[in-house]
């Protein structure tokens, strides 16, 4: 009998020693269980052309061969992947509908004597369970937002918090993006259904009874939309400030901001399209910065004629709560030392 998760978190503690995905692996790219591997067993041109013969000649004949290469698959499967595990194995197994390719790979692996069981539902039931977790339920967790202006090290003191034990949401880590204009990181973002499902992963494992210290951020991190379960308790989460210098801001950007700001034709390309915004005599004065390899110049300008005056004029827009203002004189491991011990002094009054 399939296995019915009712919600989330008993999903992912749902104490199976290995999950499989058996999607082609088109399917397993744009969205997976966390920690889930992939034994496809219709790669994605036989699942193309087992869909085809389905709609186009007969759904007989596209079961026919679609067993034929689940069997053949899945056989492979068990003797080059499968084979270093030993009778006691549990794994959970689940397709696109918890139907056909997963029933068919469970019942091979509990006939050698393995443990396996099936979700019941697929990859569809996992994202409703997603979907009701990130878009309808209220979050279950005290979101606690680090603010502040561009270049207060907001993001690498969320993980100076987190070695302190801290619980910390890195939300451009998941989102592989730093959440800028010029926060392109290697590798590229997740789809959103990939970034939901971190998300969602991240925020089961915490333990909704202590504070959560998150970056404050807009609606969209680089391509990705925050849900809506997360993004009405960002918006409604105490802040606590950071504040420092723009001479120490400016060489903190220099530092982190290193790849794109030595990349000239890439830095052209991104800052040119904000003369619709900022005006030909200003983005002119950045190519100028750029031109002549005066990082420290350039981060300083952005910093006063675009990301400042924009900050700014976000806060105006909303009110919050302000718990604390911390003015960090120096943006490196002592300064942020400092400042994550009279955060988390903080946290413990709260």
């Known amino acids: 009998m399939a296995l019915k998760f009712p919600d989330l978190t008993q999903l992912y503690a749902h104490g199976y020693d290995t999950v499989i995905d058996v999607r082609s692996p088109a399917e397993f790219a744009e969205d997976h269980l966390p920690g889930a591997i992939n034994l496809p067993v219709l790669n994605n041109e036989e699942r193309s052309r087992v869909g085809t013969i389905y709609v186009q000649e007969s759904p007989f004949l596209a079961r026919k061969l679609g067993a034929a290469l689940v069997f053949r698959n899945a056989a492979n499967h068990i003797e080059h992947h499968l084979s270093h595990h030993d009778g006691a194995w549990r794994p959970l197994v689940y397709c696109w509908r918890g139907g056909q390719r997963s029933g068919s790979f469970t019942w091979m692996l509990q006939q050698i004597g393995w443990r396996a069981e099936v979700v019941e539902g697929g990859y569809r039931t996992y994202r409703r369970l997603v979907n009701a977790y990130l878009y309808d339920d209220p979050l279950p967790h005290r979101l606690i937002a680090l603010d502040g202006y561009t ?200």
């Not at 993001?155 to 619980?167: H, I, K, Y």
């Open 151 to 350: 270049g207060t090290a907001k993001t690498d003191l969320l993980a100076v918090l987190q070695a302190r034990g801290v619980q910390v949401l890195d939300l451009e880590a998941l989102a592989n993006h730093r959440g800028s204009l010029l926060g392109e990181r290697p590798g590229g973002q997740p789809s959103q259904k990939g970034f939901e499902s971190a998300l969602s992963a991240a925020l089961c494992a915490m333990d909704p009874a202590r504070p959560v210290v998150v970056e404050a951020e807009s609606s969209k991190i680089g391509s990705l939309i925050l849900p809506p379960s997360l993004w009405n308790a960002l918006c409604n989460a105490p802040r606590v400030n950071i504040t420092a210098s723009i001479e120490a801001r400016s060489a903190y950007l220099v530092r982190a901001y290193n790849d794109i700001l030595s990349d000239s034709d890439r830095l052209r390309d991104r800052l040119s399209p904000l003369r619709f915004h900022r005006g030909h005599e200003v983005v002119d004065g950045w190519l100028r910065f750029i031109d002549a390899g005066q990082k420290q110049a350039l981060t300083r300008a952005l910093m006063e004629q675009h990301y400042d005056p924009a900050y700014t004029k976000s806060r105006q827009s909303r009110p919050v709560q302000v718990l604390a203002s911390l003015d960090v004189e120096t943006l490196d491991n002592t300064g942020l030392s400092n400042a994550a011990a009279q955060i988390e002094s903080l946290l413990d009054q709260l």
